[in-house]
C-alpha cells in the first residue's frame, strides 16, 4: 500500500492561529465586562458592530484579492483587530466613526499591505489613530461617565439609539472628560488636591477605570501564563512607563500621577493586548523588552508635553515603524558562536 | 549530584513511549532473507569480498572498505549470498542502494571468533582495530565510524565522555530497554571506551522519564567514577549539542566537533556493540530497534539481525495493515517517511513507528506567518526560525546564512510549535540545499576557469616561444648573409693579394675537404643526400632521427593516457581530472615534437638547397 509521504517533523503542537486568537478574545473578555459594568453597554455594542464590521470588510477584500475567504477568516485575526478597536473607542463614538476606524483598519493597514503577517503597523491602532486626528470632537467628548451599568448608566436601548444616530456628540449628561485627560488640563492651574475632586475620580484613583485596568491586567496574565503572549512586551511598556514617570513626573501637584498613569486610560489593554500584536512587534526578547520600553517611553512622553491626553495608539505605531531597526540590531547569539550576528551579510551591524 | 546547565528552548511533546516498554526486549528471529547495504556508515561504501552463491558463516566479514573511511558490514547469520544488487535502502530519498542479499541456511553457524579477556594488556590501537573490524557505526543517527571518532585529533584531549541515554525523541525507547536489560554491557563498553579515550569524566545522560533505566544503571556502575546524569525531559535533550551543554555548560563551537571543547557523546548501542566486540568477538550483525505506533497491535522493541526487512519486524509486532497510514523511520520529530516496508534495518535503525491517520494527521494547510516568535521561543540552537524563513522562501539565501542557517540541527521543534503550520524545517532544508548545490556550482565553475586560464596562458606562451624562435632564425640568417657578403667584399678586395701562404692553405682546406666529402660518402645512410663538403648537414640527420624518435615516443604515451584517461571516464572515476591533465600535457609534447621535426626538416631541406649552388 502507499504510505503518506511527509517531511519531518510528523507531530505537531495543536495550537492553530485560530485558537491563540481565540484566547486572545476570551482574555480580554474581564476587561470588556468591567467597561460593560462600569461605563454601561457601550464598549460592548462597540465591540460587536467592530467585529462584525472587520470580518465583512476582510471577507470583501479577501474576494477581491482573490483569496480563501472562509481559510482566513478562519483564523479569528480580523476580529480581533475589531475587539481591539470596539475596546479602544469611546462609548458613545457614532457609529461611522468605527466603521471608519474598522475598515482602514482592515482594509488598508492589513489586506492592502498584503494581509496577514504582512502589515507593518498595528491595524487597529492605524485605525483608532485615523479617527483620532480625523474626528476629534467625536472622539473626546464620547466618553462615557462612570456609572455602574444598574446604576445611573444609559440602558441598551438608549446606548444604541445614540451610536446608531451618528450624532458627533452624544447626550451631555451621559458624558464625562477622562481622567487623564481632566488631570493634564487642571493641573497647571490647580493642585492635585483639587483636581482629584472632579467626579472622574471617585473614590480610587481613577472610577472604573481602575477596574478596568485591573480586568485587562488579569486577561493579560492569562495569555501569558497561557504562554499565547511572551512578558517581555508588557513588562518593557510598563517599566519604561513607571520608570519615566518616576525620573520626571514624581510630583503630583505639576504632572499626572504614576498610579493615574497605570490604572487609567487604555495603558493595560495597549500593554497586553495591543502591543503584543505579533506582526508589528520586534520577535527577539531584548528586542521586544526595547519595543515595549519603546512604547512606554512614548506614551509617557506624550501624555505629558504632547496634545493627547492618551497615547497608546501613536506610541504603538511610531514603534511599529523602529521594529525592523530593532530587529537589525537584536538578534539573539546563536548557540556556539561568540556574539550576535548582526544586520545584514556584509555589513558589520 | 551533578550540576546540569539547560539548553534554550525546547518543547514538550507528547511522549508516547510507555506503548514500547510494557514488553521486554524480543528476539526478532531470522527472517526468509536479509537486505545488507554496503553503505551502513558515514564515508566510503564497503565493497564486497564475497561471491554470489557462496556459502558465509554468522559473523563472517562480506564487505569491507579498501581505501577511505568506513567500516565492514558482516553476515548476521550463516547462509547463502543470493545477490549483489540494488535494493531500496533506509533512505529519505526512498533511493536504492548496493546491498548483499543473504539467504539464511537456519543452521546459524558461528565462523572463529577471538575474544579478548583483558583489553588493558592490548595496545589501545589494536582495540580501536578491533572495534573497526567488527564493523561498529555511531548507532543513534549519522553512523559515524566509532573507531575513527575514538581517535580525537592529538591536540584535542578528550576530558569528558558522554553516553547519551537522554532518548529524547517521542515513541523511540530502543535505548531505554537496552539500559534496562543491558545495563551491564553499556557500562562495560563505557569502560572500554574511556580506558581508550581517558577521560577525566564519565557522564552517562538520561532523561528523567526512564526511572527503570535510571535504577538499571545506577546499579551497574556502582562503585565506579562514572556519574548517572538524571537530566529532565525537554526535546531536544539527546541532540549531541544539547546534551553537552545540559552535562557541561559548554557549547560546541560552531562548525567544530565536540572534542574542540574537550567532550566526546557516545550512544548507548554502541557502547553494547563495543562490547560484546571486545569481549565475545561479536561483530556489529543485530540492534535493538523499537516497533511502535497505533498500527501495531504489540509494539516494543526487537533484537533484530542487520539486513531484516522492517516488513519481518512489523509483522511480529502484529501491524494491522489497514490501519497504517504512514511509516516513519526514527522518531516523530526528525524521523522520515519510507515508500515501502520492505527496506532493511541498518546499524542507524532505531524505530519504526507504524502510524494511523489519526495518530500523526496531516498537517493542516500552511498559513502565513503572524511572526509570533513560538519558533524563537522553541528553537534550542537560539536561531531566528522566522527570519531563515522569510530568507529561504525568498531564495535570499545570503542573509539566511548570514543568521546560522547551518547552524540550524533540523529538529524540527520550530515546526512542532508554529501556529500557522508551517513546515519550516523543509523550508531550511530547501535552503541549505541550495546553498551547497550553488557551492559545488561555484567550485566546478572556479576550477573551470583555472584550467581555461591556464591553457590561454600555455597556448600565449608558445606563441610567444615560436615567434623568439623566428626572429632567431631570422637574426642569424641576416647575419649569415652579412657575413657573407662582407667576406666576398673582403676577397674581391684582397684576392689580388693573396700570397704563397694563403694558396697554401687554401690548397689545405681543399685537400680537407675533399678527404671529408670521401669519408661521407662512405657512410651508407648518407648515400641519398646529395655530398655536400661545405654545409654541416651530418650534424643535423641525426638531429631529425632523435625528434622522429622523441615524436612516435610522445605519441605512443598521449595513446596511453588517452586510454587510461577513457577508462576512468567509463569507471567514473575521481582521476579523470588528473588523468584529462596529463592528456593535455602530452598532446602538447606531441605538438612540440612534430613542430621540432617539420622545422629542422625544413631546415634541411633549406641547407641542402642553400648548399648546392656554392659548389
Keep these: 500500500m502507499a504510505f503518506v509521504q511527509q517531511s519531518s517533523p510528523h507531530a505537531h503542537s495543536a495550537r492553530p492561529t485560530s485558537r491563540v486568537m481565540l484566547w486572545v478574545l476570551i482574555a480580554a473578555l474581564p476587561g470588556l465586562l468591567a467597561q460593560t459594568l462600569f461605563f454601561g453597554w457601550g464598549n460592548l455594542i462597540n465591540v460587536v458592530f467592530c467585529i462584525a464590521v472587520a470580518i465583512a470588510s476582510e471577507a470583501a477584500l479577501l474576494k477581491l484579492r482573490k483569496k480563501p475567504v472562509a481559510f482566513f477568516i478562519k483564523d479569528n485575526t480580523a476580529a480581533v483587530t475589531g475587539l481591539l478597536l470596539g475596546l479602544s473607542l469611546p462609548q458613545f463614538a457614532p457609529w461611522w466613526v468605527s466603521a471608519v476606524a474598522v475598515i482602514s483598519a482592515i482594509v488598508v493597514a492589513k489586506q492592502l499591505y498584503g494581509g496577514l503577517g504582512s502589515n507593518p503597523f498595528n491595524p487597529a491602532m492605524v485605525g483608532y489613530a485615523l479617527v483620532l486626528v480625523s474626528f476629534p470632537v467625536a472622539m473626546t467628548t464620547n466618553w462615557a461617565e462612570p456609572a455602574m451599568l444598574w446604576d445611573g448608566a444609559p440602558g441598551f436601548g438608549e446606548t444604541l439609539a445614540t451610536i446608531a444616530s451618528g450624532q458627533q456628540t452624544a447626550v451631555d449628561g451621559w458624558t464625562m472628560a477622562t481622567p487623564l485627560d481632566e488631570y493634564k488640563h487642571k493641573i497647571t492651574t490647580h493642585t492635585a488636591a483639587e483636581v482629584l475632586n472632579h467626579p472622574t475620580f471617585g473614590e480610587g484613583v481613577a472610577k472604573g477605570w481602575e477596574w478596568v485596568n485591573a480586568a485587562f491586567l488579569a486577561g493579560g496574565l492569562l495569555l501569558i501564563g497561557l ?27 505639576l504632572y499626572t500621577p504614576l498610579s493615574l498613569h497605570l490604572l487609567a486610560g487604555g495603558t493595560m489593554l495597549g500593554a497586553f493586548f495591543i502591543a503584543t500584536d505579533p506582526v508589528s512587534a520586534a520577535t527577539s526578547h531584548q528586542g521586544k523588552l526595547i519595543y515595549g520600553a519603546g512604547i512606554g517611553i512614548l506614551i509617557y512622553l506624550i501624555r505629558t508635553w504632547g496634545n493627547y491626553p492618551d497615547a497608546v495608539a501613536f506610541s504603538v505605531l511610531l514603534m511599529n515603524f523602529a521594529v525592523p ?5 537584536t538578534p539573539p547569539r546563536t548557540y556556539g558562536h561568540h556574539k550576535a550576528r548582526r544586520g545584514v551579510p556584509g555589513s558589520q551591524g | 549530584m551533578t550540576q546540569l546547565w ?59 572498505v579498501k581505501t577511505g573511511m568506513g ?30 542479499t543473504l539467504k539464511p541456511d537456519g543452521e546459524d553457524q558461528w565462523c572463529q571468533r577471538n575474544t579478548v579477556t583483558d583489553y588493558r594488556s592490548l595496545e589501545r590501537d589494536q582495540v580501536l582495530q578491533i572495534i573497526r573490524d567488527a564493523g561498529i557505526s555511531g548507532m543513534g543517527g549519522a553512523g559515524f565510524p566509532t573507531n575513527i571518532k575514538l581517535r580525537p585529533p592529538r591536540d584535542r584531549k578528550v576530558s569528558t565522555l558522554i553516553l547519551n541515554g537522554a532518548e529524547c525523541e517521542p515513541y523511540i525507547t530502543a535505548d531505554d530497554m537496552t539500559m534496562q536489560e543491558k545495563a551491564d554491557e553499556v557500562v562495560a563498553g563505557l569502560k572500554i571506551m574511556a580506558w581508550i579515550l ?20 545506577r546499579k551497574a556502575t556502582e562503585g565506579t567514577q562514572t556519574e548517572i546524569a538524571v537530566v529532565p525531559t525537554k526535546y531536544p535533550s539527546g541532540g549531541e549539542k544539547q546534551l553537552i551543554q545540559i552535562l557541561t555548560g559548554m557549547e560546541v563551537p560552531s562548525g567544530g566537533i565536540p572534542a574542540d571543547i574537550g567532550v566526546m557523546c557516545q550512544n548507548i548501542g554502541t557502547a553494547v556493540a563495543v562490547a560484546q566486540a571486545v569481549f565475545e568477538g561479536t561483530p556489529l550483525i543485530s540492534r535493538v530497534v523499537t516497533i511502535t505506533g497505533e498500527a501495531v497491535r ?18 511480529q509486532a502484529g501491524i494491522n495493515q489497514d490501519a497504517v497510514s504512514r511509516l516513519v523511520l526514527g522518531g516523530p520529530m526528525m524521523g522520515y517517511t519510507l515508500t515501502t516496508e520492505a527496506v532493511p534495518v541498518i546499524k542507524t535503525t532505531n524505530c519504526v513507528i507504524a502510524a494511523t491517520a489519526t495518530e500523526l494527521p496531516a498537517p493542516p494547510p500552511e498559513q502565513p506567518c503572524i511572526r509570533c516568535g513560538q519558533c524563537a521561543e522553541a528553537c534550542p540552537m537560539e536561531l531566528l526560525p522566522q527570519q531563515l524563513f522569510w530568507h529561504a522562501k525568498a531564495t535570499e539565501f545570503e542573509k539566511a546564512e548570514h543568521l546560522n542557517l547551518f547552524d540550524c540541527i533540523e529538529c524540527g521543534a520550530c515546526s512542532y510549535v508554529c501556529p500557522s503550520s508551517i513546515p519550516l524545517v523543509q523550508y531550511y532544508r530547501f535552503a541549505k540545499g541550495e546553498i551547497r548545490a550553488q557551492q559545488a556550482e561555484q567550485l566546478k565553475a572556479d576550477r573551470a576557469r583555472e584550467r581555461f586560464e591556464a591553457r590561454q596562458a600555455r597556448l600565449e606562451r608558445e606563441q610567444q616561444e615560436k615567434e623568439l624562435r623566428r626572429k632567431e632564425r631570422a637574426k642569424a640568417a641576416a647575419e649569415a648573409a652579412a657575413k657573407k657578403q662582407a667576406e666576398a667584399e673582403k676577397a674581391a678586395a684582397e684576392g689580388e693579394a693573396v700570397d704563397e701562404r694563403a694558396a697554401k692553405s687554401a690548397l689545405v682546406e681543399q685537400a680537407l675537404a675533399r678527404k671529408k666529402a670521401k669519408a661521407e660518402a662512405s657512410q651508407p645512410p648518407a648515400a641519398s643526400a646529395p655530398p655536400a663538403p661545405s654545409a654541416p648537414p651530418a650534424e643535423e640527420k641525426p638531429d631529425i632521427e632523435a625528434l622522429e624518435k622523441q615524436l612516435s615516443q610522445a605519441q605512443s604515451k598521449l595513446d596511453t593516457m588517452q586510454g587510461m584517461l577513457d577508462d576512468a571516464k567509463a569507471q567514473q572515476a575521481d582521476n579523470v581530472e588528473k588523468l584529462e591533465r596529463a592528456v593535455a600535457k602530452n598532446h602538447d609534447r606531441v605538438q612540440r615534437a612534430e613542430e621540432a621535426l617539420s622545422e629542422a626538416r625544413e631546415k634541411l631541406a633549406a641547407g641542402s638547397t642553400e648548399s648546392q649552388p656554392t659548389h
Design chain 1, 325 to 329: 531597526f530593532i530587529d537589525h540590531y
Design chain 2, 298 to 315: 504489540e509494539p516494543g522493541n526487537f533484537e533484530a539481525l542487520i539486513g531484516t526487512p522492517i516488513e519481518h519486524l512489523l509483522e
Design chain 1, 227 to 253: 504562554r499565547i503572549i511572551s512578558w517581555h512586551i508588557p513588562a518593557g511598556f510598563l517599566g519604561g512607563l513607571i520608570v519615566m514617570s518616576l525620573a520626571f513626573g514624581s510630583n503630583a501637584d
Design chain 2, 198 to 217: 581517558r577521560p577525566e569524566r564519565c557522564v552517562i545522560g538520561i532523561e528523567d522519564n526512564k526511572p527503570e533505566a535510571i535504577a538499571a544503571l
Design chain 2, 71 to 100: 567500516v565492514p558490514v558482516h553476515a548476521p547469520t550463516s547462509g547463502v549470498i543470493e545477490s549483489i544488487a540494488d535494493f531500496p535502502v533506509p533512505h529519505p530519498s526512498g533511493m536504492a542502494d548496493r546491498c548483499i
Design chain 2, 6 to 64: 539547560d539548553f534554550a528552548g525546547g518543547i514538550h511533546p507528547p511522549e508516547h513511549k510507555d506503548i514500547s516498554t510494557e514488553r521486554p526486549i524480543r528476539n526478532a528471529g531470522v527472517p526468509d532473507y536479509l537486505i545488507l547495504p554496503l553503505q551502513q556508515h558515514i564515508g566510503d561504501p564497503a565493497e564486497a569480498i564475497v561471491e554470489v552463491g557462496e556459502r558465509v558463516l554468522k559473523g563472517q566479514k562480506l564487505a569491507d
